[in-house]
């Protein structure tokens, strides 16, 4: 199996910027893609960003120009970069990673994201 584990959600003021981490164990080498997922309180989890194992980057039109995502394989960490933060980016933030090998989606356990106003 593979695991996700998420770190460096906190509170940030409007306009300030954040960096969250994802850290894969397990069989990463099963994994093909590696996603950010957010959801507010009574909304639907929405996609952030992606990175395909060729390198391959989308955002979600909400964060584009703003979030970067970025990939590590040597220490088999993700990264999103979060730049000028606006309240609406509140949420909880989750790590994806898709193994095609066994066509399954594994989560981390989310991390917070609190911007205030």
């Known amino acids: 199996q593979v695991q996700l584990v998420e770190s460096g959600g906190g509170l940030v003021q409007a306009g300030g910027s954040l960096r969250l981490s994802c850290l894969a164990s397990g069989k990463i080498y099963t994994i093909n893609t590696r996603n950010w997922y957010r959801q507010a309180p009574g909304k639907q989890r929405e996609l952030v960003a992606g990175?395909?194992?060729?390198?391959?980057?989308s955002y979600g039109d909400s964060v584009k120009g703003r979030f970067t995502m970025s990939r590590d394989d040597v220490r088999n960490t993700v990264y999103l970069q979060m730049n000028s933060l606006k309240p609406e980016d509140t949420a909880v933030y989750y790590c994806?990673?898709?193994?095609?090998?066994?066509?399954?989606?594994?989560w981390g356990q989310g991390t917070q994201v609190t911007v205030s106003s």
């Open positions: 990175i395909t194992s060729g390198g391959t980057v």
């Open positions: 994806n990673a898709w193994s095609r090998q066994y066509n399954h989606n594994y």
